[in-house]
Every structure is written in structure tokens, then in C-alpha cells.
């Protein structure tokens, strides 16, 4: 079935960098996105990549996609306290319509 | 000014009442969608909407209906609330690439 994973909570010191990942099922998903969610507002775009790329770097952001293993990671380099927030990870998948799987989300604590 | 609004922001109600969500977009998609948000469980899609002539259910569409009055608006009533429909709900349109734009969200709490 379509489903997609990820750890619920991750904790990193500021300055470091903090790596949220995340598990697919669907082999026909054509774009992969991570959306960022703080408190009190609903989901923004933060970054998002093509199914037929591996890498993605976009200022502190990279995004590496391992198609053959279904797992997608994003990497926030230099973190800071203002990246605290949930991270989701999506799919889309073409099902003869397209259609968007999110993830539960990575709350990401970010200490001072 | 946002691109996807909704209103109200907070509500609460009584069980066995019937209430409406609303939802209104300017950035011209025909794509609309309507998801609820409970911790440890992410986004679930409850209704979708492709074009004003189209109303798909998603994965939770029960005890829920919408309306597409307009490309720009798309509503969520619940029909008569129970306590288990207490959550966050997010209005979403999406362009071709299927990115997501989100509202900012109503809580809803039911006692």
C-alpha cells in the first residue's frame, strides 16, 4: 500500500546539523517534497525533489533521494533555534490521478 | 495577503451540531483539498476537489461532506459533530506539480 515513514521526534544542539528521514512504499511516486509546519500555521514547501534526481542542495537544505532503498532524507546544516518546527515528509504518486501521502512529521527541537 | 484562507480560526461546538468550514483561495488552482491533523498521526485527507464539477472522498470522508461553490472556494461541513472530530483542519490547493499551499488552519474542538 502507499505509505510513508518517518521518526516523530528529533533533537539537535544550535549549530549542528540535524538530518530528518523518511521511508516510502510507492515505486511510482514522481516528486518528493518536505514541508515545514511552525507552531499556530499550516504547512509551507521547504524544498522538494524530482524521483529521477539523487541530490538536491538549496543554501543550508540538501535533500538525497535513494530511489532503490525508498528513503528520502533532508539535511539542515548549521541548524538553528528558528528551524525549530515538524517536518513532513510527501509523495506523489500517480494513481491514474495524482495524489499527495505526507508523513505523520519530525518534531525538531533545537537547543540553544 | 494569504493565498489560501479559512475561516473560522478556532471554534468550538457541542456534539450533535451541524457547523461549516470554510475555505477560499487566490491562487486560481482548480485543485482543492481538505485534510485533518491529529498529533502522532500527520495529515489525512478527508475530501478532494480537482475542478468545481469534481468531489473525490479521501481516506476519512465519513460523518464529513463539502462544497465546491467556486473554483475559489471549497467548504467542509460537519453534518452532526462528535467528540472524535476535535483536531486541526487545513484547507490546501495544489498546482500541476502537486505542491501543496496550505491554510493556516482551523481547531476545532467538539464537547
Known amino acids: 500500500g502507499e505509505d510513508v515513514e518517518q521518526s516523530l521526534f528529533l533533537s539537535v544542539r544550535e549549530g549542528d546539523s540535524s538530518v530528518i528521514n523518511c521511508t516510502y512504499t510507492d515505486s511510482s511516486s514522481t516528486y518528493l517534497y518536505w514541508y515545514k509546519q511552525e507552531p499556530g500555521a499550516g504547512l509551507q514547501l521547504l524544498t522538494y525533489i524530482f524521483s529521477n534526481m539523487d541530490m538536491k542542495q538549496d543554501q543550508r537544505l540538501t535533500v538525497l533521494l535513494n530511489k532503490k532503498d525508498k528513503h528520502l532524507s533532508l539535511r539542515i546544516a548549521d541548524t538553528q533555534t528558528g528551524d525549530s518546527a515538524i517536518y513532513f515528509c510527501?509523495?506523489?504518486?500517480?494513481?491514474?490521478?495524482?495524489?499527495?501521502?505526507f508523513g505523520a512529521g519530525t518534531r525538531l527541537f533545537v537547543k540553544a | 495577503d494569504a493565498d489560501v484562507t479559512q475561516t473560522p480560526r478556532n471554534r468550538i461546538t457541542k456534539t450533535g451540531k451541524r457547523i461549516m468550514l470554510e475555505c477560499s483561495q487566490t491562487?486560481?488552482?482548480?485543485?482543492m483539498y481538505w485534510y485533518r491533523q491529529d498529533p502522532g498521526l500527520g495529515l489525512r485527507l478527508i475530501y478532494y476537489?480537482?475542478?468545481?464539477?469534481?468531489?473525490n472522498k479521501g481516506e476519512i470522508s465519513d460523518g464529513y461532506s463539502v462544497s465546491r461553490q467556486a473554483q475559489a472556494k471549497f467548504s467542509l461541513s460537519l453534518e452532526s459533530a462528535i467528540p472524535n472530530q476535535t483536531a486541526l483542519y487545513f484547507c490546501?490547493?495544489?498546482?500541476?506539480?502537486?505542491?501543496?499551499?496550505f491554510g493556516p488552519g482551523t481547531r476545532l474542538l467538539v464537547l
Open positions: 476537489s480537482f475542478d468545481v464539477k469534481d468531489i
Open positions: 490546501a490547493t495544489s498546482d500541476l506539480m502537486e505542491t501543496q499551499y
Open positions: 491562487k486560481g488552482h482548480d485543485r
Open positions: 510527501a509523495e506523489s504518486i500517480n494513481t491514474g490521478g495524482f495524489k499527495t501521502i
